[in-house]
C-alpha cells in the first residue's frame, strides 16, 4: 500500500519541483524593461498596399487589369473590399509553392493571374495558375483578388 502511494505521487511531486524550479526571468529586471500594457500605432513610411493585377482566362487570351488598394480598399478592381480581406485573412498570400513540394495533380483550369505592387511593405511580382492541387489552393486562398473565374473543371 505505502508503495502505491509513492507510486502515485512521485510524478506529481516531480512535476511541482520542476514547476517551482521555473520563474519569472524578468522578476529582478529593470521595470522600464518590462511593456507598459498599452500599444500604439507608428506610421511606417512605407507605401500603401498598392496591388496590380492581371488574370488571364488562358496564356493566349487577353488579360483583364485591377488596380487593387487596401487600407481603405479602393482601385478599379471589381471587388475591391473583397479582395482586400482574403489578402489579409492569410499569413503569407504571395508566397510561392517550395520548388520540392509534392501537389496533386488536380488540373483546376488555365486560367493564370499575375500580382506585382507592394503588400504589408513588401514589393511583389509574382504568378498564379491553377496548373495542379497546391497551385490551386495558392489560388482559392485569395480567389477573390482575382474577380469572376470558371470554377474548377
Known amino acids: 500500500m505505502r508503495y502505491r502511494t509513492l507510486l502515485f505521487a512521485a510524478p506529481g511531486l516531480a512535476t511541482l519541483l520542476s514547476l517551482a524550479a521555473c520563474g519569472d526571468e524578468q522578476a529582478n ?23 496590380t493585377v492581371e488574370v488571364k482566362a488562358s496564356k493566349e487570351a487577353p488579360a483583364k487589369t485591377w488596380k487593387l488598394t487596401c487600407d481603405p480598399p479602393g482601385g478599379t478592381h471589381p471587388k475591391a473590399a473583397d479582395a482586400c480581406a482574403a489578402l ?30 507592394t503588400w504589408q511593405g513588401k514589393e511583389i511580382d509574382t504568378q498564379f495558375t491553377r496548373a495542379d492541387g497546391c497551385q490551386l489552393h ?3 486562398e485569395v480567389g477573390p483578388l482575382f474577380g469572376s473565374v470558371p470554377k474548377v473543371r
Open 29 to 51: 529586471g529593470n521595470p522600464a524593461d518590462k511593456p507598459s500594457g498599452t500599444t500604439s500605432v507608428q506610421p511606417s513610411g512605407t507605401p500603401a498596399d498598392t496591388l
Open 88 to 117: 489579409t485573412k492569410v499569413k503569407e498570400p504571395f508566397k510561392p509553392v517550395p520548388e520540392n513540394q509534392m501537389c496533386t495533380k488536380i488540373y483546376g483550369g488555365p486560367e493564370i493571374a499575375t500580382v506585382k505592387g
Open 138 to 140: 495558392r489560388w482559392t
